[in-house]
């Protein structure tokens, strides 16, 4: 109950305690949940009480996995669209509900998702830089549209760009790039 952390796994308990049986893990968590003292919000996911991060709880459902996308975009104001969906980069690709919250899980490659490169932790979250999300995102989608790119730093852009060993993306940030110089040398 001391961890700073808001969201708990079945197994960051047992680490936590220093219990190497999961099971009596899982039955000191049940009790913990019927006396109040936790909240269950997926099966093996506890929260210490309703005012934990959202963020967190996306991040430890599918691991590896970091907060990207529209999410990022939207809050560095790259896009004017709000969603309500938390969007992840995750091996899986999924849309859940937990607590009411929607949750989209988008898969990316192995060795995209491994590369912590321009992903930042936050409040025990890791989330994506606005050049990693306008990357991740380039990376999933043949076309995209973005509102507004006068905010990413494109040395950090053309920085992360190995990251993702694809040659369609290279085009494609290219063409960004010229589009963003065009309308900014008026």
Not at 149 to 164: A, C, F, N, T
């Amino acid at each position: 109950m001391r961890s700073p952390m808001t969201v708990f796994t079945t197994k960051d308990i047992a680490l936590l305690w220093g219990e190497k049986n999961e099971t009596k893990a899982r039955v000191r968590l049940s009790n913990y949940v019927k006396i109040g003292k936790l909240i269950r919000v997926r099966r093996g996911i506890y929260v210490k009480d309703k005012n934990y991060d959202r963020y967190e709880l996306a991040t430890r459902i599918f691991t590896p996995a970091y907060i990207s996308f529209e999410t990022v975009l939207t809050r560095a104001g790259i896009n004017f669209q709000y969603y309500e969906n938390i969007f992840v980069a995750s091996y899986i690709t999924r849309d859940i509900v937990v607590d009411g919250q929607n949750i989209s899980f988008i898969k990316m490659k192995d060795y995209v998702l491994s590369d912590t490169s321009g992903i930042e932790s936050v409040q025990d979250a890791p989330i994506a830089t606005k050049e990693r999300a306008f990357l991740d995102r380039i990376c999933i989608s043949n076309d995209y549209h973005f509102d507004h790119l006068d905010v990413l730093d494109w040395e950090k852009v053309i920085e992360l760009l190995p990251i993702y060993r694809n040659k369609r993306m290279n085009a494609k940030v290219r063409k960004y790039f010229e589009y963003y110089n065009a309308h900014n040398a008026i």
